[in-house]
Every structure is written in structure tokens, then in C-alpha cells.
């Protein structure tokens, strides 16, 4: 969505995908709100007071994210971009917000870290040693398992090694042909 604020704080103008957003029936009842501040929550409105003060002072573009309440409760987590916009004479009359609802995006986030941390956890707790190598053969992750095992004094240690000298001599050939041969 793209909306026009006056320097005041007043919505001037707004597309449909801002009315969509703050969940007006029309554009001109989004027009009749007196501040777009209203639609950020509570919680983030000073700071987004303080950026478009900032933004007035400094006149360089912002993109900041902020959690926005529409009308009827709907919540939503949103990329704002804001510049200036000056009059012939060079003067800044309003600011123009691009909002970008990143709900989604966020919530996935969200669960892809979750996701992340149990796996993390699982993998530091099995008592197998389990390094992870890129295509050349460098080490670069290992568990906690592994690091003991080989005798490594802490992680930092073994990054970036070669992760075949964890194996006997002997079998390094094999083990190489069974890594590029999978």
C-alpha cells in the first residue's frame, strides 16, 4: 500500500491496498482518520513518530518495520519505506509511506528459527560425531560429540580442516570415494 502523510501526521491520500490494510470499507472513511500513527499499535507508535521526525530532519529515505492494528482488529507486520516529498521550491510538504505486509514472511521466520533451534538442539545432543563438510571436503559445522571424539579443544579448532583427517589413514580413500560418489 502507499499512503501520503502530512507533515502533521494526517493521511492525505492512500491507494486501496492501504484501505485493504487498515481495514476501512472505503477510502474516504481511511481519509477521515487524523493520524497514520493511529494504525501502528501502541507499543511502536512514539518510535515511528520519532523516525518520521528523523526523516524530516535528516531527509534521507527510511525503511523501518512496524506492526500495524487495523479497524476491525486485524493485525499485521509491515516494511515501511518512507521519503520526503518537497513542493517547486524544495521544501518537504509530506512524507509518502510504501507498506509492505511481511505477516507472512514473519510468521514463517518465526517457525523456520524454531525449526532451527530443536534441530540445533538435537544435533549437539547425539553422542555421534557428526561433521558437515562442503563439496571440498572442509569441515564446517561439528557437534559437540565430534569435538570430543577427536579430541578438538572447542569448535573453532576443527572449522576449516579437512574434514577426511578425522579418518585413519588407511581408509581415507574410501571414505573420499564414498563422499563424491553419493
Do not use: W
Request: charged fraction near 30%; proline fraction near 1%; include cysteine.
Amino acid at each position: 500500500g502507499v499512503v501520503v502523510v502530512g507533515l502533521d501526521g494526517s493521511i492525505k491520500d492512500l491507494n486501496d491496498a492501504m484501505v485493504t490494510l487498515f481495514e476501512h470499507d472505503s477510502k474516504e472513511a481511511a481519509l477521515k482518520e487524523n493520524a497514520f500513527s493511529n494504525f501502528i499499535t501502541e507499543q511502536e507508535r512514539d518510535s515511528a513518530i520519532n523516525d518520521m521526525a528523523s526523516l524530516l530532519n535528516d531527509r534521507i529515505p527510511e525503511e523501518r518495520i512496524f506492526r500495524f492494528q487495523g479497524r476491525k482488529g486485524r493485525k499485521l507486520t509491515a516494511e515501511v519505506h518512507t521519503s520526503l516529498l518537497f513542493d517547486a521550491s524544495g521544501n518537504p510538504t509530506d512524507i509518502i509511506c510504501v507498506v509492505r505486509d511481511i505477516t507472512e514472511r514473519k510468521r514463517i521466520e518465526e517457525a523456520l528459527r524454531q525449526s532451527e533451534e530443536k534441530l540445533r538442539a538435537i544435533y549437539d545432543s547425539i553422542g555421534d560425531g557428526i561433521t558437515v563438510t562442503d563439496l571440498k571436503g572442509k569441515v564446517i559445522d561439528l557437534n559437540a560429540a565430534c569435538i570430543r571424539l577427536a579430541g578438538f579443544g572447542s569448535k573453532k579448532d576443527a572449522v576449516g580442516i579437512n574434514g577426511l583427517s578425522f579418518i585413519a589413514q588407511v581408509d581415507r580413500d574410501r571414505a573420499r570415494n564414498d563422499m563424491f560418489n553419493v
